[in-house]
């Protein structure tokens, strides 16, 4: 009995723990100061994309996307086919993200890595016309310079051999995506949200400290984003 209340309170303490870290998470800004952003070249819009526990950003495709990431298409990423507007990034956990396409793929070792620890892997897909004012998708202003410093940390994000990107071989949702290696482990606590928010705040946007859910993550950028 004693043993029990024990564990119990230990259990109490730890969701007390946790529940004031993901409060401090959101509402403590990162940066603490807002960035000084002048719009030397204007301004321009990408979208955060958002599932229950995922977020991706996708980029408006252009000349300056093109040539940043031209590499991914001699892996056969369609990255000029006709109709493409957006590249879309996501980064995660390798055998979560690779093995569950869908929700009814669902299984239990690759739950279990992403709720400890595994290789990080870069999901990259091209996409038509996204509509902004879906409800799972945020348009994000930023200035030209923020945009250029989001593609190059989304570069810096790849393993490379060779200077080049490396595909994963098989590793393919559809005909018009791809997974990469990635720099980093993914867990629980440094997941997929967290590159997310760190991409977007190398681009000038403030973000709550910690956000490992999508929920979180939009929830900072509305405390922050204009403060």
């Given at each position: ?63 300056e ?28 956990g ?102 997310t ?24 950028l509305d ?5």
């Amino acid at each position: 009995m004693r043993f029990a209340f024990q564990l119990m309170k230990w259990m109490g303490g730890l969701l007390v723990a946790l529940f004031v870290a993901l409060a401090m998470g959101v509402f403590v800004p990162r940066p603490l100061t807002a960035p000084a952003e002048a719009a030397v070249q204007g301004e321009t819009q990408i979208l955060l994309l958002a599932n229950p526990i995922h977020t991706d950003i996708a980029l408006p495709v252009d000349d300056e996307v093109r040539a940043a990431f031209a590499d991914l298409a001699l892996d056969g990423l369609p990255v000029d086919m006709p109709g493409v507007e957006y590249l879309v990034f996501g980064w995660g956990g390798r055998s979560f993200y690779v093995e569950t396409p869908t929700w009814g793929d669902i299984r239990p070792l690759p739950v279990l890595k992403a709720l400890t620890v595994d290789r990080s892997v870069l999901h990259v897909s091209v996409a038509g016309p996204i509509d902004p004012t879906h409800p799972s998708i945020r348009p994000l202003t930023v200035t030209k310079e923020g945009r250029s410093r989001i593609i190059a940390a989304i570069r810096e994000s790849f393993s490379r051999h060779e200077g080049m990107p490396v595909a994963i071989p098989g590793a393919a949702y559809g005909f018009d995506d791809a997974f990469f290696e990635a720099h980093g482990a993914f867990n629980a606590f440094i997941g997929c949200n967290t590159w997310t928010a760190a991409i977007l705040r190398a681009g000038g946007i403030r973000t709550g400290w910690w956000t490992p859910l999508p929920q979180l993550l939009d929830l900072s950028l509305d405390l922050h984003r204009d403060a």
